[in-house]
């Protein structure tokens, strides 16, 4: 027994020397809240395995603790000072799973945990899974919507209306009543001259 902890301790200074393809732990990270709870699955991908431990590490203060441990036949031995009630270990869906629940979630639960078989008076890790337990958990980033562009307006100024003239516009009936004495007197002889040019002009005028 000593053996195995001693290899386990190895492992843990060495980050990934003892890990193997039997073991494989899912999810590989949790953050979770105070006051709630957790799962942790563990995958073996061995046919024959006498039990599945479960191990918390804490890297701050360079802690490691043997939670519990369940055979084959799902009998669980809990670890000095752990509560049952608190750590709970169960089969998953499949028959080479297996899973660890914890209840009521603290600041004291954060740590990596690891699921372990025993092999030749060898402990080989699973990949681990780092758990997190905050107050609060944060809330996700709101997505910001960028604000349409203006386009800078051109000023265009207004054009001054333009003066309507037509026939009737002083500025052309004025001059032509003005020349229209002038025009008859000038017509007056050679209307007296040729009766016929009188008649025409006395027909124009009737």
């Not at 386009?151 to 052309?172: A, D, E, H, M």
């Not at 229209?180 to 009188?198: M, N, Q």
Request: aromatic share 10%; glycine share 6%; with cysteine.
């Amino acid at each position: 027994m000593a053996q195995q902890w001693l290899c386990l301790f190895l492992c843990l200074q060495v980050a990934g020397f003892c890990t193997c393809l039997f073991l494989s732990q899912t999810p590989g990270h949790i953050l979770a809240q105070t006051k709630t709870r957790t799962e942790i699955t563990c995958h073996v991908k061995k046919d024959q395995y006498g039990g599945v431990y479960w191990y918390r590490w804490n890297e701050e203060r360079q802690l490691f603790q043997f939670l519990v441990f369940i055979n084959s036949l799902g009998k669980a031995t809990y670890g000095r000072n752990v509560s049952s009630e608190k750590f709970q270990v169960h089969g998953g869906r499949s028959p080479n799973s297996h899973s660890l629940q914890i209840q009521q979630l603290q600041a004291s639960d954060n740590g990596t945990y690891y699921c372990t078989i025993s092999q030749s008076s060898e402990l080989l890790l699973g990949t681990r899974t780092r758990l997190g337990v905050v107050e609060v958990l944060p809330l996700p980033p709101v997505p910001t919507r960028a604000a349409p562009s203006r386009k800078p307006r051109r000023c265009v100024p207004r054009s001054r209306p333009v003066p309507r003239t037509g026939l009737c516009s002083p500025f052309v009936w004025v001059p032509l009543a003005a020349c229209a004495p002038t025009l008859l007197l000038c017509l007056s002889p050679a209307v007296h001259r040729s009766p016929r040019l009188r008649r025409r002009l006395w027909l124009r005028i009737h």
